[in-house]
C-alpha cells in the first residue's frame, strides 16, 4: 500500500484552496486516486472516495477524514447511488488488458468504454445540476498519454481513453457559461500496481530489463512518474491557477508524446 503524505502531494502549498468544496475521486484505492483524495482533501475538500475494493477505500477515506463508497463502476445503476452535490469530480478508476487487436476479447473492450467512459458520463451528469447551481465546478479526467497517442495490444484502453478525451472536451465546451472546467491528465507511466502488474507480466513474457526496454524506451525522462506528481497536477486544475483551463489534455509524460 502507498504511505502518501499531503506534504508529499505538494498539498502545504494549496492549504485551504478548496475549503468548503466536496471532492469525488473514483478508484481512490490505490494508485492516483490514492494520491488525489489524500492531496484534495489536504487542500481542504471533504473527499467521497470511491472504489469496488472495501478495505482500501475503507482506509483512504479514514485517512482523509472523508467517506468511502464500495462500488463497481461496472455496475452502472449502482451510480445513482452516489452522492451527486459535488464540486469537484475526478474520474480515475481504469484498468488495462493487454492483448494483440484479432484477439482482443469483446466483452474486456466493452467492460472497458462501461468504466472508463460510461462510468464518467453519469457521474457527470449526477454531478452537474449541483455544479450548474453553485456556478462553479471542476472535472478532472485521468486519461493518459494513450488518449493521445496508440501502442500495440491496447485496443480497449486506447479506445477508451481516446473517448474519454472527447467527452471531457463536450463537458468543457458544455460547462463553459456555468463556471465549470473539465480537463484531462495524460500520464505516461506511473509507478503504481497498474504499472508493478504490467512490468511483472512483460518479465514473465521472458522481456529483459521490461523497464528499460519496454517502458520507459520511447520516455526521454528516465523515470516512472510518482502518483503524487500526477495529484499535484489534479489540484493546480481544481484551484485558482487553473481556472482558465478547460478542455485541454496535460501530459505529464516526461516526454513520451514529443518524441
Ligand atoms: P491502480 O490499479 O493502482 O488503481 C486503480 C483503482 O481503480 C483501484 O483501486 C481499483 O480497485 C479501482 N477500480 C478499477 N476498476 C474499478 C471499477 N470497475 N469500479 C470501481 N473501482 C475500480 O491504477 P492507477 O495506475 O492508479 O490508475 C488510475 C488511473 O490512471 C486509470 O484510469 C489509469 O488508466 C490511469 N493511468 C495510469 C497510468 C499508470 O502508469 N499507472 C498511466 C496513465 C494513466
Request: aromatic share 4%; charged share 15%; glycine share 12%.
Amino acid at each position: 500500500m502507498n504511505t502518501v503524505t499531503p506534504a508529499a502531494a505538494g498539498a502545504s502549498a494549496a492549504d485551504g484552496v478548496l475549503s468548503g468544496r466536496t471532492a469525488l475521486v473514483t478508484g481512490a484505492g490505490s494508485g492516483i486516486g490514492r494520491a488525489c483524495a489524500v492531496a484534495l482533501a489536504a487542500a481542504g475538500a471533504h473527499v467521497h472516495a470511491v472504489d469496488r475494493d472495501a478495505d482500501s477505500v475503507t482506509e483512504v477515506a479514514h485517512a482523509v477524514g472523508g467517506r468511502a463508497h464500495v462500488v463497481d463502476l461496472a455496475d452502472l445503476p449502482a451510480i445513482g447511488g452516489l452522492p451527486g452535490e459535488i464540486d469537484v469530480l475526478v474520474n480515475n478508476a481504469g484498468f488495462q488488458h493487454v492483448a494483440p487487436l484479432g484477439e482482443f476479447p469483446p466483452e474486456r473492450f466493452e467492460l472497458m468504454h462501461r468504466v472508463m467512459v460510461t462510468a464518467p458520463l453519469l457521474l457527470m451528469q449526477r454531478c452537474l445540476p449541483h455544479m450548474k447551481s453553485a456556478g462553479w465546478g471542476r472535472i478532472v479526467n485521468v486519461s493518459s498519454v494513450h488518449g493521445l497517442r496508440a501502442s500495440a495490444n491496447k485496443a480497449g484502453y486506447v479506445a477508451a481513453k481516446h473517448a474519454l478525451e472527447g467527452l471531457s472536451k463536450v463537458a468543457a465546451i458544455e460547462g463553459a457559461p456555468h463556471g465549470i472546467t473539465s480537463n484531462c491528465v495524460n500520464p505516461g507511466y506511473v509507478r503504481t500496481p497498474l504499472v508493478e502488474r504490467q512490468l511483472d507480466d512483460l518479465a514473465a513474457g521472458g522481456t529483459a530489463d521490461p523497464l528499460a526496454s519496454v517502458l520507459l524506451d520511447r520516455t526521454p525522462v528516465k523515470r516512472l512518474l510518482e502518483a503524487e506528481e500526477v495529484a499535484a497536477a489534479v489540484l493546480w486544475l481544481c484551484g485558482p491557477g487553473g481556472g482558465f483551463a478547460t478542455g485541454s489534455s496535460l501530459t505529464l509524460d516526461g516526454g513520451w508524446t514529443a518524441n
